[in-house]
């Protein structure tokens, strides 16, 4: 099977400190990866709403999640702090990307990198939407 490949940014506008929890711990004593997801998308609810986006509205656009891609680095362990970067991306017609790089935080050991692609959905319609007029530039900002 090929592997996926994400290329990195050299850079990353945001990033987040999130601890992991009993919770998040699978029976193998490490990170699920269903709880890496959820931390991946708390991370990228802190950035959107950072920049002034509620509810996942951008520019009057609602966004949706329609791809998912992660690469497992290392084992993440209970009590310890990830920071979780994050760089919009590839804009296009519809939406953009989401990079993520996640590190432990006191040895910056690479746990995950991963990219969701988000686009913009009419959920009244139940439709793509194309992205409105200044959502790239949206992104520019500083959160």
């Excluded at 029976?27 to 002034?52: K, M, P, T, W, Y």
């Excluded at 296009?92 to 913009?120: H, N, P, W």
């Amino acid at each position: 099977m090929a592997r996926t490949v994400i290329d990195l940014p050299d850079t990353f506008q945001y990033e987040t400190y999130l601890d992991i929890y009993i919770g998040h711990i699978n029976i193998a004593s490490h990170l699920g990866n269903d709880s890496l997801v959820s931390l991946l998308n708390e991370a990228r609810c802190q950035f959107l709403n950072d920049l002034g986006a509620i509810n996942m509205e951008v520019c009057g656009a609602q966004m949706i999640n329609a791809d998912l891609a992660v690469i497992l680095k290392s084992e993440a362990k209970y009590g310890e702090r990830l920071r979780i970067e994050i760089q919009a991306a590839e804009f296009q017609k519809y939406g953009c990307d989401f990079i993520y790089r996640v590190t432990e935080a006191s040895s910056e050991r690479v746990v995950a990198i991963a990219k969701t692609t988000m686009l913009c959905f009419d959920y009244v319609s139940n439709q793509l939407s194309t992205a409105p007029n200044g959502f790239a530039e949206f992104f520019q900002q500083t959160a």
